[in-house]
């Protein structure tokens, strides 16, 4: 009897372990759509608006794009289930891009930008805590 009490609660945990880690994957999926969305909206609104941007030159708008394109990509691999390893080093090459993005809206000194990122910061952080609490 012992023996399938054993077995009866490692099904258990298994069953609550995989609910646990789909829940997670799932957030992280949202969270990846969700920064996806907003960086191309942030990128939109960049192209949208000359003279709202933090520099002349093209520079700001090629990583702004490069940002959305990253975080549209990270959302496909995130919503097709990529391997947690694969995740984190997109993860990981996308902060890059985001940093460098936030370093640029900080220096702007212009309202409309930093009032503009503030969406895609919020969106950023909120995919960064599921990340960590992912693997």
């Known amino acids: 009897m012992s023996a399938l009490k054993n077995t009866v609660f490692a099904l258990a945990f298994a069953w609550v372990a995989v609910g646990c880690a789909t ?16 960086t191309q909206s942030f990128a939109h609104a960049t192209e949208s608006a000359p003279g709202q941007t933090p520099s002349s030159d093209d520079t700001y708008t090629q990583d702004v794009q490069a940002l959305a394109d990253q975080a549209r990509d990270f959302s496909r691999m995130a919503s097709n289930g990529a391997a947690n390893s694969d995740l984190q080093a997109a993860f990981n090459d996308l902060s890059k891009s985001y940093l460098t993005v936030n370093a640029e809206v900080d220096r702007s000194h212009n309202q409309w930008t930093r009032d503009t990122w503030r969406s895609v910061r919020a969106a950023y952080v909120d ?5 960590h609490n992912y693997g």
Do not use: G
């Open 23 to 38: 829940t997670a994957h799932n957030d992280v999926a949202t969270s990846a759509d969700t920064l996806a969305s907003k």
């Open 127 to 131: 995919l960064e805590n599921h990340i």
